[in-house]
Each structure stands twice: as C-alpha cells, then as structure tokens.
C-alpha cells in the first residue's frame, strides 16, 4: 500500500481504528433492509426518470453529435472491489488524457480532483452538474448492488492508491449516490472532512439517518449547495 501523501490531522491520529472498524460492520449495514429500500427507490426513481432521461441524451447529442450520452469509469467500492459507475457524460471527449495538465489547478485538498471552472466541461454539462442530474445514472449501480443509495462518495483507484489505513475505512460499506459529505458543503470541503463525515456515517449509519440524507439531498440539489 502506498503511504498517504500529506499529514493526517490531530483529530484523525485521535482516531481509534479497531472501534471504528467494528461500527462499520454493524448490524445496520448488513441488514437486508438496506438492500431492499436500494431496490425499490432506484426502481421507481429509473421509471420515473425515464422520460427525463431521453430528454438529457438528446440534448448531450445535439452539443456533441458523435460523443457518447453515457460515461463510464471504474470506482473503487465495498472492500476495495472494482466496479463500473455509470453518469450522463458532461465533458468533452478526451477529458481524462487533459486532467495531468490540469492538476496544478486542483482546489481542493488530498488525492481528489476539483475544479470549479473546469474548461472540459461541457456547456449542457455545466447545467447537468449544477443540478447533480449527471449523477442520476448511478440509480442502475444501485440496483445492480455496486451501490447503496446513501453511502461514501465512491472514489477513484488513483485516489485509494493514496489512501492511509484510516482513509481505507471508508471502503468497509458500500458508496452511496448521496452521503453526509454530499449534503454538508460537498465541494466546498476538503478531502479530510468529507473522510471525517464519511466515518461518521460509519458509527451512526441508520435507518432513520439514511432518510434524513435522502431528504436532504432533494434541497442540495435544488439550491445547487457546492455544485459545481
């Protein structure tokens, strides 16, 4: 495992990773309710979209005819496994070969990439982002299993690659399309506090937590908090 590349904070070194590791694993996220509450939200939230979803593909085709409606890019999710996360496409073709000329430009801090004024963003994506409508493919990862609706944000292998072990604690439940990160600032934190929110969700993750995180999310969504 490769070490982390910057300094874990007081508050994490504070941290006690047997407890936390032994929360992670609670009943709450092995239940089958979790699984079955997945199931029928991202059912009905795919038969409701449908429509709006045709509607987004024909207006990322009449921007870029030849580009895909769909990208797809490996995220790293429960216990380290590799799967395929899936979102509308809201950047140019090409994007990832330009993100290593783009790196110094990072705003946020840790292995994560954001940019708020991204110049490979797409005009139809900058308004897809904005309203986290990019994001509503994911409701198929979901229902394949590689998701939960709430959850960590799921990250890239390159990200987990600088991962420290208590980073890693993260990967112990399933990434979710939303999570206490998303909901508290989103881009608007640094790497630290959403790993710190994240564990958070580990020791207090819950049924009634989990619709308070869904709730939430529709009123991010609608006041574009930390979009970007």
Known sequence: ?????????????????????NLA???FFGRKTKRVIDIVVSLLGLVVLAIPFGFVALLIKLEDPKGP????????????NYFVLYKFRTMFVGAEEQLADLMEKNEIQGPMFKMKYDPRITRIGHFLRKFSIDEFPQLVNVLKGDMSIVGPRPALPREVEQYSDYHRLRLLVKPGC????????????????????????LTKGSFLLDIQIMLKTFLVIITRDGAY
């Open 178 to 201: 939303t999570g206490l990160w998303q909901v508290n600032g989103r881009n608007n934190l640094h790497f630290e506090e959403m790993i710190q929110l994240d564990l958070s969700y």
């Open 69 to 80: 409606v769909f990208f797809s890019q490996t995220r790293v999710g429960l216990n380290g």
């Open 1 to 21: 495992m490769m070490n982390n590349i910057y300094e874990n904070n007081s508050s994490i070194n504070d941290f006690e990773l047997t407890e936390q590791q």
């Open 25 to 27: 694993t609670s009943i």
